[in-house]
């Protein structure tokens, strides 16, 4: 997932998350969680500076290969 805001050459982009563990100063920087993670931006320049949240949400499904198989080595097996 890209994140992205307006960059300038005059502001400066500080992104952190909730989870923590993420930190960049890219404006547009990419991201792959694995779990739902708010992603905050604070962005400022000689003028202002504001704070942006950004919820990246991982939906996580249960997969289903059918039921369990035995298999030798070489051997081929078909998930269902």
Do not use: H, K, M, R
């Not at 005059?10 to 993420?22: A, C, D, E, L, R």
């Amino acid at each position: 997932v890209q994140l992205n805001s307006a960059s300038d050459a005059t502001s400066t982009y500080n992104w952190t998350s909730q989870p923590v563990g993420f930190v960049s100063s890219d404006p547009t920087p990419t991201v792959s969680p694995t779990v739902t993670t708010n992603y905050i931006l604070n962005a400022a320049n000689a003028a202002c500076s504001i704070q942006v949240d950004v919820l990246v949400t991982v939906a996580v499904d249960n997969i289903n290969a059918g039921p369990d198989q035995e298999a030798c080595l070489g051997e081929t097996v078909t998930l269902t």
